[in-house]
């Protein structure tokens, strides 16, 4: 299924989600849009940018200049 990806603003600004592989590769920019305060919800179907779906693994997503932290992608 889909994995939801959740940001808390306490201030408006912008979301930009990357999804990297663990090679650091660009997978897929998720968003990049400006949004208000309060808490942002976003979906990641498991597809790369070109829409393609992608291997079984481990990903990264790094979300606004935060840490990045690992998801598990199972099929």
Do not use: C, K
């Not at 999804?19 to 920019?29: C, P, T």
Request: hydrophobic share 40%.
């Amino acid at each position: 299924g889909p994995t939801w990806i959740e940001i808390a603003r306490s201030l408006p600004g912008r979301n930009r989600i990357d999804i990297l592989s663990v090679a650091g590769r660009m997978v897929r920019r998720l968003v990049d849009e400006p949004a208000g305060s309060g808490t942002h919800r976003y979906q990641w179907t498991g597809e790369d940018e070109a829409g393609n779906r992608v291997a079984p693994g481990i990903y990264f997503v790094r979300a606004d200049g935060m840490a990045a932290r690992s998801i598990v992608r199972l099929r």
